[in-house]
């Protein structure tokens, strides 16, 4: 019960704002966590609300979170500023499996702000590149204003093996593609054997993606889900987040698909 009230305060550093309600913080100080894990801001006498940090996770000296403003709380905390505190407690939850990728074919694929768990992965595989084979990011967006991280998708474009930003209702200026997350996947080709494909969006994406890379023969037990929602207090309490006989907070919320894809038909 104690580490429900185990919050820390982080000065705010920075605040940018990358796409329509939706804005990243920076925070001072040093957070050990883990490519996929989530923490919890509190905002006193409004409620609290879950976030994974988004940055190198070999950071020291500062932290990334982005927020949305999309509830009572969200709305809020989007209004602090630089020189402004943020009470945040964390991190909790398994994140992705990085060692089981090493020496593997490592597919992204990310639907609007599903970037964000996967970013700090992003920032570790490519600093240890060699130690993988090839590297694939595929990320889908409605529009091109709400795509986020524009500067580090410039990068990525020319850093990794194959790199796609797809938006389903382009514009005159837009770089990237036209069209949807499944979109991207029909034109790759996979090895079955030693390909691993990481998964982050709207739920709805789930099914439709994993039913055409199922058709390229990536067996379920090489794809991870992470689930970005549901949680509430972040340590197993409320059981608000369960899916089946699985807690979100406590057993993910990375989940390899063939072990929660059974929980969540029922």
């Given at each position: 019960?104690?580490?429900?009230?185990?919050?820390?305060?982080y000065l705010?550093?920075?605040?940018?704002?990358?796409?329509p309600e939706?804005?990243?913080?920076r925070l001072?100080?040093k957070?050990?966590?883990?490519?996929?894990?989530?923490?919890q801001?509190?905002?006193?006498?409004?409620?609290?609300?879950t976030?994974?940090?988004?940055?190198?996770?070999?950071?020291?000296?500062?932290?990334?979170?982005?927020?949305r403003?999309?509830?009572?709380?969200?709305?809020?905390?989007?209004?602090l500023l630089p020189?402004d505190?943020?009470?945040v407690r964390?991190?909790?939850g398994?994140?992705?499996?990085?060692?089981?990728?090493?020496?593997?074919?490592v597919?992204?694929?990310t639907?609007?702000?599903?970037?964000?768990p996967?970013?700090?992965?992003?920032?570790?595989?490519?600093?240890?590149?060699k130690?993988?084979?090839?590297?694939t990011?595929?990320?889908g967006?409605?529009?091109p204003?709400f795509?986020?991280f524009?500067?580090?998708?410039?990068?990525?474009?020319?850093?990794?093996?194959?790199?796609?930003?797809?938006?389903?209702?382009?514009?005159?200026?837009?770089?990237?593609?036209?069209?949807?997350?499944?979109?991207?996947?029909?034109?790759?080709?996979?090895?079955?054997?030693?390909?691993?494909?990481?998964?982050?969006?709207?739920?709805?994406?789930?099914?439709?993606?994993?039913?055409?890379?199922?058709?390229k023969d990536?067996?379920?037990?090489?794809i991870?889900?992470?689930?970005?929602r549901?949680?509430?207090?972040?340590?197993g309490?409320?059981?608000h987040?369960?899916?089946?006989?699985?807690?979100?907070c406590?057993?993910?919320p990375?989940?390899?698909?063939?072990?929660i894809?059974?929980?969540?038909?029922r």
């Open positions: 019960m104690k580490s429900i009230n185990l919050y820390k305060k705010i550093l920075k605040k940018e704002e990358l796409a939706t804005f990243l913080f001072k100080g957070l050990k966590f883990e490519p996929g894990q989530f923490v801001v509190s905002l006193p006498h409004f409620g609290e609300a976030f994974a940090p988004c940055s190198d996770p070999d950071e020291k000296d500062f932290f990334e979170l982005v927020i403003a999309c509830g009572n709380t969200t709305n809020r905390l989007v209004e020189g505190f943020m009470e964390g991190p909790y398994h994140g992705w499996p990085t060692g089981k990728l090493i020496g593997k074919n597919v992204l694929i639907g609007g702000i599903g970037i964000i996967i970013r700090p992965l992003i920032f570790q595989l490519l600093k240890y590149k130690e993988f084979k090839k590297i990011l595929l990320s967006y409605k529009t204003e795509v986020t524009k500067d580090d998708y410039a990068k990525w474009l020319k850093q990794f093996n194959y790199a796609k930003v797809a938006v389903e209702k382009s514009s005159s200026d837009w770089w990237g593609e036209t069209g949807t997350p499944t979109d991207l996947i029909k034109n790759m080709k996979y090895s079955q054997k030693d390909t691993f494909v990481l998964i982050c969006g709207p739920e709805i994406m789930f099914k439709f993606c994993i039913d055409i890379l199922n058709k990536i067996p379920d037990n090489q991870y889900i992470s689930f970005e549901r949680m509430e207090c972040g340590i309490l409320c059981q987040c369960n899916i089946g006989k699985y807690l979100v406590k057993d993910g990375v989940f390899r698909w063939d072990m894809q059974p929980e969540l038909e």
